[in-house]
């Protein structure tokens, strides 16, 4: 609890741990004067340190944002060309199951927050000892796995996909009664598209759960929808929310492809998706930004696909079609600062610029109306996010 904390965050970033590199400590009365101990709902003050777990460009972009604020942020992560440390004051390189690293970094740091949801629940529980961490660690948890994911959501009444769970031979049988064609997916680490089979036969699910190494997975009803939207709602300390309008995806080989914000949904169904993910960050009593991924039915239900408790890539455009993108309304949460304003100001289409199509940069910079953020990714792989780029457009239906 920052309540708790015997030390103000000025006195924390002298302290330096093994693998940690601070920019900081090289000029320590570079420090502005904050006040110590903020209370749990009381706001970090400017000048206090931010953890953040996880490197990639999720991390990247909250670190811009959060520098924007006045604040510092440490990236522990275990790559040490990680493109958030590049754009943070303190930086930790180890494995995520080193728990010494873990213990020195939540030291270090006045929050902890994460990119990304695979941490180990070990090492959650070491940092949970010496930080706030926010989302929480039930939320973590609960996201970590798909199989506790949709169960958590069917104990809450939102509606999933048909699934079952497979966690050993004897799972098979039963769970081809959910139909097919059905998707296989491994219940964790599982992300665009990795460790998903199609399974089109009861038959070929035997095969289907070898070809993913009989890990611990869920069989998926194929959802023929009518389209993919999300929403991405903040919730705050005090248990406020707010939250962006949804936005319609369009995935392109399992990545995410493009998003158009707004969705040109009936507005019933986009308020009852906006609905949907207020009650799920609610029941998951979230500090932070949780982003709810929905196939919408030819027949107008909602059907809760995934739910990531962290800024998302189908959040992208509110970087410059919002007074406020989801990565600074991220920062705002989980340091105890008022939630900022979610409307937008233009309407926008987001592409996600894979492998070699961030190569066209110069284009991109050419084009009016047209944002680049590149993420600094050394290598470029197929596959691999290396950039996007928002394409703005006056508003066509009024906000929000
Ligand atoms: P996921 O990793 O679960 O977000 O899945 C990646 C993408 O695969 C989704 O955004 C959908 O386009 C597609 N997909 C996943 N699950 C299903 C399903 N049960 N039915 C139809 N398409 C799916």
């Known amino acids: 609890m920052l309540g708790a904390r015997s030390k103000p965050p000025v006195c924390r970033k002298r302290r330096r741990a093994a693998n940690v590199t601070n920019d900081a400590i090289s000029n320590p009365n570079d420090t502005p004067n904050v006040t110590p101990n903020a209370a749990p709902n009381e706001a970090l003050p400017p000048g206090a340190t931010i953890g953040i777990l996880g490197g990639g460009q999720l991390g990247r972009m909250a670190a811009l944002a959060a520098t924007a604020l006045g604040y510092r942020c440490h990236v522990f992560s275990p790559d040490a060309d990680a493109p958030a440390k590049e754009v943070s004051t303190a930086q930790t390189t180890a494995p995520y199951e080193d728990r010494d690293a873990a213990r020195a970094f939540a030291a270090a740091v006045d929050v902890v927050t994460f990119e990304f949801e ?17 989302p929480g660690v039930d939320a973590l948890h609960i996201s970590q796995d798909r199989a506790i994911e949709k169960t958590f959501l069917g104990d809450n009444e939102i509606g999933t996909t048909p699934w079952a769970p497979i966690i050993t031979a004897a799972d098979l049988d039963p769970a081809a ?21 199609r399974v089109d036969t009861a038959d070929d699910l035997a095969a289907a759960w070898a070809e993913i190494n009989q890990v611990p997975a869920v069989l998926e009803g194929f959802v023929d929808f009518e389209r993919e939207i999300s ?14 309008v949804p936005v319609d995806n369009v995935h392109r080989d399992h990545i995410l492809f493009t998003t158009t914000a707004p969705s040109t949904i009936d507005a019933t169904i986009a308020e009852a998706a906006q609905a949907i993910a207020d009650r799920i960050s609610g029941a998951l009593n979230l500090v932070g930004l949780l982003a709810v991924e929905m196939f919408v039915t030819h027949d107008g239900d909602i059907l809760v696909n995934e739910i990531a408790p962290r800024p998302h890539n189908s959040g992208h455009w509110t970087m410059d079609a919002c007074a406020v993108s989801q990565f600074e309304q991220f920062i705002r949460a989980v340091s105890g600062l008022p939630l900022g304003d979610p409307a937008r100001h233009s309407d926008a289409v987001m592409t996600n610029l894979i492998g070699d199509e961030a190569d066209q940069w110069l ?4 084009e009016d109306g047209a944002c680049l953020h590149l993420y600094g990714k050394t290598e470029s792989r197929p596959g691999r996010k290396m950039g996007h780029v928002n394409r703005l457009s006056p508003m066509v239906r009024p906000a929000p």
């Open 363 to 366: 284009k991109f910079l050419n």
């Open 177 to 197: 009664a959910t139909g097919f064609p059905a998707i296989l997916k491994t219940a964790r680490f599982g992300y665009d598209g990795k460790g998903q089979v």
């Open 231 to 244: 929403v991405i709602v903040a919730r705050s300390t005090g248990g406020e929310t707010r939250s962006y």
């Open 118 to 134: 695979n941490v180990p629940d070990e090492t959650l529980a070491v940092i949970a000892k010496g930080a706030p961490v926010r």
